[in-house]
């Protein structure tokens, strides 16, 4: 979790994984949105860029402050919750897991969430943060109303819309401003009815198709170079409240599990590379099985202790099977030291300018290395894989698109240009990493 207890001018900044460092001159975490209006205009008359730091989350350097390092920090919690409308307006610092205990007291849940709850609610939103389940989007669909501050010193308030400021705030990697406030969609209290299961990847892919419109969430871990694939599929029932023992039990377990041993096997491979292949089988033969009900919020989450790096594309749902097929075949012949299960999921597709899936119901394929591992290779054949299938990375995972990519990928890219120009004319939240990426020579 985030410690604000680092944070110092001039001190070393890096990101959860470890693989992006910066020493920004300036840091700051505002108490207000007076405070952070003064932080940007100040930036304005002195020329430096500003990045909101969120939890440090991401692998890529999407967050990597240059000049002026921003916390949203002290900027925390539910402001209101409008129960005829269904939403909650929250400060935008929020870390994800403080949110659905607010929402609970409420009577309301999240519609949905992903399987790490660390990160901040602006950097979700800003990078698209997502969970799984074909009829539902990332957390950015669920923003009704963004309350920002542009790189004019200026609050902003925008309802969403059929407009291009909406599809350009839906996705923004902060390049717009740095959000403050959020209103989003909420639903009433839900619990989920959680089952995970064996099945072999032919068995899955031949039914899959149907799989993901039978169930409101499903997810898959695929272990590298084996024929087993663990399926976890989630739907949503009347509130149902997990026992404290049994939830210190199934914490247990996946400390122990999916995190303690996990960890030995991986300490393993980095010692001995070409363990890799024996210790995804041993890992795919381990899978747990079995079935627990929650509250959406408790059940969403998993404890994620062994660090790594991520590398995660959306491609055309309709290419999955395709794409699948190719990564197993690649894999069975174990060019790579890799043993991190592969995680697939589904999303809705969404209109926003710099959305991942442009519209389009998608598949996620997210591919990790161990931490201390050689990734290169891997993620060099992860991106050209990747190309082929017309993918796009979640901004906050590693890639290497080149700004000739980004035009291709993103028809409406310079549409979000035309609109950031007129909410920070002076690049203020234009960082060297996102110059490289949004501008071409």
């Not at 003064?38 to 000049?67: C, L, N």
Request: proline share 4%.
């Amino acid at each position: 979790m985030f410690s604000i207890d680092k944070w110092k001018n001039g001190e070393k900044w890096t990101n959860w994984a470890g693989n992006v460092v910066a020493y920004p001159g300036e840091m700051y975490a505002p108490t207000s949105v007076e405070e952070v209006v003064d932080i940007v205009s100040r930036a304005q008359t002195v020329g430096k860029t500003i990045r909101v730091t969120g939890a440090a989350h991401s692998f890529s350097a999407v967050a990597m402050p240059e000049h002026i390092a921003l916390s949203l920090h002290n900027m925390r919690g539910l402001i209101a919750v409008n129960e005829e409308q269904q939403e909650a307006t929250l400060w935008a610092g929020t870390y994800l897991y403080e949110i659905g205990p607010l929402l609970a007291q409420y009577g309301f849940g999240l519609i949905n969430m992903g399987d790490i709850q660390e990160q901040s609610l602006a950097g979700a939103v800003s990078t698209g943060t997502h969970g799984t389940g074909i009829t539902l989007g990332s957390l950015s669909s669920a923003v009704t109303k963004w309350g920002f501050v542009d790189g004019t010193g200026t609050y902003q308030e925008h309802v969403r819309g059929a407009d291009d400021l909406s599809e350009a705030l839906h996705v923004s990697l902060g390049m717009l401003g740095v959000l403050v406030k959020l209103t989003i969609k909420v639903i009433p209290l839900y619990s989920l009815h959680y089952i995970g299961s064996k099945d072999t990847l032919t068995n899955g892919l031949a039914h899959f198709a149907t799989d993901i419109r039978q169930h409101r969430h499903v997810e898959w871990f695929y272990f590298p170079g084996s024929e087993t694939i663990q399926v976890k599929r989630m739907n949503a029932i009347a509130p149902v409240y997990q026992g404290e023992w049994s939830k210190r039990i199934e914490l247990l377990k996946l400390q122990v599990v999916e995190n303690g041993a996990f960890f030995v096997m991986s300490e393993l491979c980095k010692w001995k590379p070409s363990m890799s292949g024996a210790m995804s089988k041993l890992a795919a033969a381990s899978v747990v099985e079995g079935e627990k009900i929650g509250i959406s919020y408790e059940i969403f989450p998993s404890p994620r202790s062994v660090k790594f790096q991520e590398s995660e594309y959306a491609i055309p749902l309709t290419q999955f099977e395709a794409c699948m097929e190719e990564i197993h075949a690649t894999l069975q012949k174990d060019l790579f030291h890799v043993h991190f299960p592969l995680e697939c999921r589904t999303t809705a597709g969404e209109a926003g300018y710099l959305s991942p899936t442009q519209g389009q119901e998608s598949a996620f394929i997210a591919f990790h290395m161990y931490k201390g591992m050689e990734e290169g290779p891997y993620f060099q054949w992860i991106y050209t894989l990747m190309k082929k299938y017309h993918g796009r990375p979640h901004w906050g995972k590693q890639h290497q698109l080149t700004a000739e990519d980004v035009d291709t990928l993103y028809p409406n890219l310079q549409k979000f240009h035309a609109i950031r120009q007129v909410y920070d004319p002076q690049q203020l939240f234009f960082t060297g990493y996102l110059r490289k990426l949004f501008l071409q020579n």
